[in-house]
């Protein structure tokens, strides 16, 4: 319930949230070292509203405004949605690839958070750690040929990806990463390519 709450709420839901997270964190490290009874990511993937609540988080552009403790639960967001999406049950065990993990708003979502730094580079050390984890998260399902690859290419991200690459900014590493994911068969190729690639 403290990770499907608004992003907008006050100093009190987000040390709920943020220790919401802490509690995920942990668990995802000991399932890790294999020491929980059970496979957490399918129980967490059997709850669909916690990636959603996550990218929502991620979502929120950061405004001098933004308070610090809002630039840390959007790194905590970044780094756990990360580790579920590169989780080795994720990328590797076919019955967690029969269906989507992500829908097409959870892409778009996606795509969103990160595209403020295609012309620019964070302002802040927490704002560049969101976009690394961020970028990552996208790496680790942009290969997913039957679902998430043509959501990536639906929602532009191959155009994005090389605005990256073109402008030199502090996300072109990692989007270069996800480019070499992406283009995994020849439809992705063709964006790649009418989108001016290969000049």
Do not use: W
Request: proline share 6%; hydrophobic share 35%.
């Amino acid at each position: 319930d403290v990770l499907a709450g608004s992003t907008g709420g006050g100093e009190e839901e987000e040390k709920g949230m943020d220790d919401v997270l802490s509690v995920l964190e942990n668990l995802l490290d000991l399932d890790g070292m294999n020491l929980l009874g059970t496979d957490l990511i399918t129980v967490l993937l059997s709850t669909p509203q916690i990636p959603s609540s996550l990218l929502r988080r991620l979502s929120q552009p950061s405004t001098p405004a933004t308070t610090t403790q809002q630039h840390q639960l959007r790194l905590h967001s970044s780094e756990i949605l990360s580790t579920i999406l590169q989780h080795p049950h994720i990328t590797t065990n076919a019955t967690h690839k029969t269906t989507p993990l992500l829908t097409p708003d959870d892409m778009e979502l996606l795509l969103q958070s990160i595209a403020p730094y295609r012309k620019k580079n964070p302002p802040t050390v927490e704002d560049a750690e969101t976009l690394d984890n961020t970028l990552s998260a996208l790496a680790a399902v942009a290969d997913d040929t039957r679902h998430h690859n043509p959501l990536f290419l639906n929602g532009q991200g191959v155009e994005l990806m090389l605005r990256f690459l073109r402008e030199r900014t502090h996300g072109g590493k990692g989007a270069l990463r996800v480019l070499a994911f992406a283009l995994c068969d020849e439809r992705s190729c063709d964006a790649f390519v009418d989108a001016g690639g290969l000049k």
